[in-house]
């Protein structure tokens, strides 16, 4: 049985976010979480993209860059998130674990992203490094999405701007539903080279 200690994630997201995952699954490519935690989001992914492979990648340390203090910090010092995490995703086998920050992952990424859910450091720079390392991977029509637009705003000085922030200089077209946020990749029109 599945073991959530932390309700981070709304039922309105994840439906959501279910709709997202439908709408590339017949693109090439894989699919992709940075930032899982006990894997809310994760099983909701793994659930809709299966049988098709999701790379899931975390550290497993909690939010590092927002201080001891914060809560899923202290949390990793309490208990075991990792292993309810691996509990969480044990249903789902084409689920691969990188335990590492996104952008350890992305230094050797040699793999086409058609999904990039993105749930890192609630900072500025912890998500624009992120959504800085996946943009070259993502295929055309792919998606990149994530978390906590809402709460990450751009008025937040304690988190330089947020993730709102981060989205809005990196991703400018974006779209949002409620707290989460969404971009998707130019389809192309035409090849260079194409006869007219």
Known sequence: MQEFHENWYSDFQLNELTKLVSEVRHLPGVFVEIGCWEGRSTVQIAANCAPQPLHAIDHWLGNVDEGADHPSVLAVADRDVYSTFLRNIAPFPH?????SSGEEAFSA???????????VGHTYEATKQVIDVVLPHMVP???VCGDDYL??????RDLHGGVQRAVGESLPYHSVVGNLWFWRTIEPRFTIGMAF
């Open 95 to 99: 689920v691969v674990v990188h335990r």
């Open 109 to 119: 990424w040699d793999l086409p992203v058609k999904f990039a859910h993105v749930d």
């Open 141 to 143: 029509g792919g998606i």
């Open 151 to 156: 709460e990450s705003h751009v008025g937040r």
